[in-house]
């Protein structure tokens, strides 16, 4: 008979099991929870969950029970905050941490009117999509109509704007409600989504081409395969490393957001080996894209430059490094529209 030696290897945790090392080092490890920073992170962790289908494991939750039961004090003493406080008790509840606060919670912003202190339609429109989840009004018609207005300007992203690109996916995420609802979004939305990505994928910025990807999926389309193949590439350059207790400054944000488009594109997200504790994650960053030595060739152009992809293209071909020409290349390929895009990002008239 012979006896079977375990080696002691240990087991690799499970998706649950990884999420729920995550919740517990962004919850108790990471930062205090009287500092903003500790609201966004929290925020943005469990809204990922939240609207990416997770199944936590038993008391998974249990390390924001405290934070869950200040909630409605909180509120009370920092409303400038309440979209913050507010996202993260409704997430709270929909993974299933019992109670009623978030309704209540709702109820007071509503009956404070705080969404109209917002400067900003999309603050706006986040404020009026969380009172919504629990049955408290709806996104205002105007609201809804100047961001439509706004998605609809495909010119706007023909140029680089990380900042208008992130709250084109944010309008997106909103007005269809994290992919639950479908929402009849113009072409010309779609078409800006393009362009933004086109912008992201030459930039090679894995964050917002992974969140430009889950706003074309919820807005019924198709991503780019070219773009979606680099993107699960990516996804094998994280690591996750113990770290001393306190502020971490790393590629959290990048990692949240592909693992959510992965699982939003049936693949398998929150890749490696989490420790207990405080985590660290990080990324061995892609290298840069071509999008500045574009910009720049175009710009020491002057008035030779040309909106004409097919006369610049034997012009990017002598002048890039053959792996940036690479990436251009793609980029032409990955989407129908490239030669419009780019009539508009060479700005040559």
């Given at each position: 008979m012979s006896n079977v030696i375990s080696l002691g290897a240990p087991k690799r945790p499970n998706l649950s099991q990884r999420q729920a090392l995550l919740l517990n080092s962004f919850a108790t490890q990471r930062r205090a929870t009287d500092d903003v920073f500790w609201l966004k992170e929290n925020a943005e962790l469990l809204n990922?969950?939240?609207?990416?289908?997770?199944?936590?494991?038993?008391?998974?939750?249990?390390?924001?029970?405290?934070?869950?039961?200040?909630?409605?004090?909180?509120?009370?003493?920092?409303?400038?905050?309440?979209?913050?406080?507010?996202?993260i008790c409704l997430d709270l509840e929909d993974l299933g941490l019992g109670g009623d606060t978030g309704r209540k919670l709702c109820e007071a912003v509503q009956l404070g009117d705080l969404a109209a202190c917002e400067l900003s339609d999309l603050q706006r429109a986040e404020a009026q999509y969380l009172l919504a989840r629990r049955g408290v009004g709806t996104l205002?018609?105007?609201?809804?109509?100047?961001?439509?207005?706004?998605?609809?300007?495909?010119?706007?992203?023909?140029?680089?704007?990380?900042?208008?690109?992130?709250?084109l996916t944010h309008i997106v995420f909103y007005l269809t409600s994290y992919g639950r609802m479908q929402a009849e979004l113009p072409q010309t939305t779609v078409i800006s989504l393009e362009?933004?990505?086109?912008?992201?994928?030459?930039?090679?910025?894995?964050?917002?081409?992974?969140?430009?990807?889950?706003a074309l999926r919820f807005a019924g389309q198709s991503p780019s395969e070219i773009w979606e193949d680099?993107?699960?590439?990516?996804?094998?350059?994280?690591?996750?490393?113990?770290?001393?207790n306190g502020p971490v400054s790393d590629a959290y944000h990048e990692y949240?957001?592909?693992?959510?488009w992965a699982g939003v594109a049936g693949m398998a997200g929150f890749t490696g080996r989490p420790p207990a504790g405080n985590i660290e994650i990080l990324r061995s960053p892609a290298g840069p894209g071509p999008l500045r030595a574009i910009s720049s060739l175009l710009y020491q152009l002057?008035?030779?430059?040309?909106?004409?992809?097919?006369?610049?293209?034997?012009?990017?071909?002598?002048?890039?490094?053959?792996d940036q020409n690479a990436i251009l290349e793609g980029a032409a390929q990955s989407c129908p529209h490239f030669d419009r895009f780019f009539e508009r990002f060479s700005r040559s008239n």
């Open positions: 990922i969950l939240a609207n990416s289908g997770a199944l936590l494991p038993p008391h998974a939750l249990d390390v924001y029970s405290g934070f869950y039961e200040s909630l409605e004090e909180r509120m009370r003493f920092f409303p400038q905050y309440y979209r913050f406080l507010l996202s205002c018609p105007a609201v809804r109509g100047r961001l439509l207005d706004f998605t609809a300007e495909p010119h706007i992203f023909s140029v680089p704007n990380k900042k208008a690109a992130y709250e362009y933004a990505g086109l912008m992201a994928f030459l930039d090679q910025d894995v964050d917002l081409l992974a969140e430009v990807c889950v680099w993107l699960a590439r990516e996804i094998g350059s994280f690591t996750l490393v113990p770290a001393q949240l957001v592909t693992s959510w002057g008035p030779a430059r040309s909106g004409d992809w097919s006369h610049m293209r034997a012009i990017f071909a002598r002048s890039l490094e053959h």
